[in-house]
Nanobody, 115 residues
Framework: QVQLVESGGGLVQAGGSLRLSCAASRSIFSINVVNWYRQAPGKQRELVAT???????NYTDSVKGRFTISRDGAMNTVYLQMNSLKPEDTAIYYC?????????WGQGTQVTVSS
């Protein structure tokens, strides 16, 4: 089991940057996969970025080259650095941890990008 707490959301102008944090209650290296999802109003939840326990990262096409997922083992935290933000990035961003057969979610953090 793991508890996740996201932070770092806020309001930013288009072209700006934010860094989201996902603090875990256990070593992040013991978690098979950590994901960042987002959900915009009226839309389905979308997988944005993934990092495995081995450090492999993947991104959805719409954020490639703009977002970077990273880990800090000492802090048990996974980050999502978001640069060149666009209004279409506006959503609630959720951290998700996969510990098969279970998945755990944080409470989410709101990101709003103004044009």
């Amino acid at each position: 089991q793991v508890q996740l707490v996201e932070s770092g959301g806020g309001l930013v102008q288009a072209g700006g940057s934010l860094r989201l944090s996902c603090a875990a209650s256990r070593s992040i290296f013991s978690i098979n996969v950590v994901n960042w999802y987002r959900q915009a109003p009226g839309k389905q939840r979308e997988l944005v970025a993934t990092v495995t326990s081995g450090g492999s990262a993947n991104y959805t096409d719409s954020v490639k080259g703009r977002f970077t997922i990273s880990r800090d083992g000492a802090m048990n935290t996974v980050y999502l650095q978001m640069n060149s933000l666009k209004p279409e990035d506006t959503a609630i961003y959720y951290c998700n941890a996969r510990l098969p057969p279970f998945g755990f979610w944080g409470q989410g953090t709101q990101v709003t990008v103004s044009s």
